[in-house]
């Protein structure tokens, strides 16, 4: 994420979002599933009926303005969750889990 820090550290400013992603379609259920994974937790993921969400639907992300100053994607999600939790485990934990 340096990197990217960078390039958007020397973007004009303006009032775009810049979103930092994969660039890939992620269903919901399965972000749900590589989370509880990494974070080494079983249990039962449930759904609110209420919200329109569904699991069939996915998570878009647009990183066209993240591209357009140079970036691209070096990992994909589960890559990028594995890395993170690793560094939470040592940074918080000491490397041991909890």
């Not at 990494?38 to 329109?52: E, L």
């Not at 357009?68 to 589960?78: D, E, F, H, S, V």
Request: charged content about 20%.
């Amino acid at each position: 994420m340096v990197i990217s820090a960078e390039h958007v550290m020397n973007a004009p400013r303006g009032d775009v979002a810049i979103s930092l992603a994969s660039g890939k379609l992620t269903p919901v259920r399965e972000m749900g599933q590589l989370i509880q994974h990494f974070a080494g937790r079983d249990g039962r993921i449930t759904w609110d009926v209420a919200n329109p969400l569904k699991d069939r639907d996915q998570l878009p992300v647009d990183v066209s303005a993240a591209t357009q100053l140079g970036w691209a994607p070096q990992l994909t999600l589960r890559e990028g969750l594995e890395r993170t939790t690793q560094w939470y485990e040592n940074y918080f934990n000491g490397g041991k889990k909890q």
